[in-house]
């Protein structure tokens, strides 16, 4: 490709849409703070709602927002305040845009962050095109990338009306997270993990996503997404990529996109019988949720690898609300030794590596070691690779980052984003019935029919004991 290997022009402009919504409140505004503070946001910042007010109180949301977040610092909020312009106006309204052009003033290479529902993107896309404003910009855009792959469709076709797909940011935070990272970084900086990466070693691939707490005042929103849409569909999927893809070729962001596209056009799509829903008791009564509602709160499946790396190899992912703990966790099961050389002494868990990405960073090799004493009997224990629970760069502070310098690396392509939605495809439109859970369980019990016999499901809770 042409000018492929310059880098692009980092933006001279930072545009939001849905100023004085949920997400700017929670996520931008100490995003932009920080971002300020670190020197990687001199430019105009430009807030666009539809809810009337002024650019002072813009200015005093965002003291509130960062306040909240606990993250306020003086000097460094002075400067963001002082780039902070608004424009309040309906999205629909041609002058909405014309003012935006004029608050933009000499910048040229704008970036429009869309922090607005999908249902709003056609009428702001098209003020941005119309107005000009879309010229030698950058949008970015929140998930979920639509319900389907129809949507998904359709979401595409509406921003490559107006902008090229390398000028799209889809933007899903579990990517900007350290140590989602760092799983990608693990598996190809070390050269001693690559020999058993693969079929011959591998008995299965876990993933826990645990939540215990409820949908918080989100029902009627999540009631219309579900867990299989919320996180499976989009941020547990990334993870398997990381975990399951081949090196890529080269060191740019395409190259790892491909690498993608092609794991995600191996994944068999899934059918009813690969997949158990639940729903937690008492999920009906919460505000905003239908009395008969049937969207799943929780969800185990198994997913097949058609590769001659993973073939044959399961991969399990569960994803629930009002679960034991909350927790993130990726378990990769080795197959055990061909011959018990200890005899009925050598018996205890499979080897395994062990990665938990939230709410600590921790990566983990299980093995068994002898015990003290003269008979040859076992124990587990895993070695410490690394246990880092900090976290000094929000994972929008990072993506907003890589953004505003043009770098698509930790986005999400639009074939990409197509292919993973014609795995799901089948099973949204066939989906099997939701079985109820008791609030603090591991959900209903038919999840063990997901897995193949002798397989088991790995409890965040219930774990080996840590050696330094």
């Not at 299965?204 to 999540?222: L, N, W």
């Not at 609300?321 to 993130?328: A, G, I, S």
């Not at 929008?396 to 690396?409: K, P, S």
Request: glycine share 8%; hydrophobic share 45%.
């Amino acid at each position: 490709m042409p000018g492929a290997d310059r880098p692009p022009a980092a933006a001279d402009a930072f545009v939001f849409f849905g100023a004085t919504g949920d997400l700017a409140y929670k996520k931008i505004f100490p995003a932009l703070q920080s971002l300020v503070r670190h020197g990687e946001l001199d430019m105009p910042i430009v807030g666009v709602a539809h809810a009337g007010g002024s650019v002072e109180d813009l200015r005093q949301r965002a003291r509130a927002s960062i306040e909240h977040a606990g993250t306020y610092d003086a000097d460094a909020f002075a400067r963001l305040a002082a780039r902070l312009r608004y424009v309040d106006g309906d999205y629909a309204d041609p002058s909405t845009f014309a003012r935006l052009r004029r608050e933009l003033g000499q910048a040229a290479r704008p970036i429009h962050y869309l922090a607005i529902p999908p249902s709003l993107f056609g009428a702001v896309v098209t003020g941005l095109g119309s107005s000009g404003n879309a010229r030698d910009a950058r949008v970015i855009v929140e998930k979920p990338f639509g319900r389907d792959l129809a949507s998904a469709r359709a979401l595409d076709d509406t921003l490559h009306a107006v902008f090229p797909e390398r000028s799209i940011f889809r933007i899903d935070h579990y990517l900007g997270k350290d140590a989602v990272q760092n799983l990608l970084y693990f598996r190809f900086a070390n050269a001693f993990l690559e020999p058993v990466w693969n079929r011959h070693y591998v008995n299965d691939v876990q993933i826990t996503m645990a939540e215990s707490f409820g949908v918080e005042g989100r029902g009627a929103f999540y009631d219309e997404v579900g867990a299989l849409r919320d996180v499976v569909q989009n941020h547990l999927l990334q993870v398997i990529a990381l975990l399951a893809m081949d090196a890529p070729t080269r060191h740019d962001a395409d190259a790892m996109q491909s690498e993608k596209l092609r794991l995600f056009r191996a994944i068999r799509p899934l059918e009813a019988a690969d997949v158990v829903r639940g729903q937690f008791r008492g999920y009906r009564d919460e505000p905003g949720v239908a009395r008969n509602s049937t969207m799943e709160t929780f969800a185990a499946l198994r997913l097949q690898i058609d590769t001659w790396r993973w073939a044959g190899v399961p991969f399990y992912v569960r994803a629930g609300k009002r679960l034991p703990t909350t927790v993130t966790e990726v378990v990769v099961h080795l197959k055990a030794p061909p011959l018990s050389v200890f005899g009925e002494e050598q018996n205890g868990p499979p080897n395994h590596f062990r990665f938990r990405l939230s709410p600590q960073v921790v990566i983990c090799a299980g093995a068994s070691v002898k015990r003290t004493g003269d008979a040859m009997r076992g124990e587990a224990v895993e070695l410490v690779v690394r246990n880092d629970p900090s976290a000094d760069v929000s994972p929008y502070e990072r993506l907003l980052a890589h953004a505003i310098d043009g770098d698509t690396a930790l986005f999400t392509r639009d074939d990409c984003v197509e292919a993973a939605w014609r795995i799901f495809d089948p099973l949204l439109a066939a989906p099997p019935p939701v079985q109820d859970y008791a609030p603090g369980s591991w959900g209903p019990e038919d999840a063990a029919s997901v897995l193949l016999p002798g397989d088991a499901w790995h409890d965040p809770q219930c774990e080996t004991k840590e050696r330094a």
